[in-house]
């Protein structure tokens, strides 16, 4: 499995941004789909983005359409999370996630269905 160390996290103003990333251990990335999730005190892990092995694929949860955007670089083995118009209800622990893929074009957005997880980086929205 692919080791996974989230970075980008912090304490930042509603309306402000931050870009997580996600660096991958290993040769194999290229071969691995992408996620993100977050947990907040008290809530289940949700889904937040995912991205397909090209990066061409890509799917968000409603409530962060048109304010976060999903990207890959295969090159330096990291998924990045950019997360603009940030609320307070977007507090959370962020993790990635990595499941490894036949398909180029594949994603998921159940957390069961990936292998590989970070230790995940804490983002504290204020208002």
């Known amino acids: 499995q692919v080791q996974l160390v989230e970075s980008g996290g912090g304490l930042v103003q509603a309306g402000g941004s931050l870009r997580l990333s996600c660096a991958a251990s290993?040769?194999?990335?290229?071969?691995?789909?992408m996620g993100w999730f977050r947990q907040a005190p008290g809530k289940e892990r949700e889904f937040v983005a995912a991205?397909?092995?090209?990066?061409?694929?890509?799917v968000y949860a409603d409530f962060v359409k048109g304010r976060f955007t999903i990207s890959r670089d295969n090159a330096k083995n990291t998924v990045y999370l950019q997360m603009n118009s940030l609320k307070p209800e977007d507090t959370a622990v962020y993790y990635c996630?990595?499941?490894?893929?036949?398909?180029?074009?594949?994603?998921?957005?159940?957390?069961?269905?990936?292998?590989?997880w970070g230790q995940g980086t804490q983002v504290t929205v204020s208002s």
């Open positions: 290993g040769r194999t990335f290229s071969s691995y789909s």
């Open positions: 996630a990595g499941r490894s893929s036949r398909y180029v074009t594949d994603y998921r957005v159940n957390s069961r269905e990936y292998g590989s």
């Open positions: 991205i397909s092995r090209s990066g061409g694929n890509t």
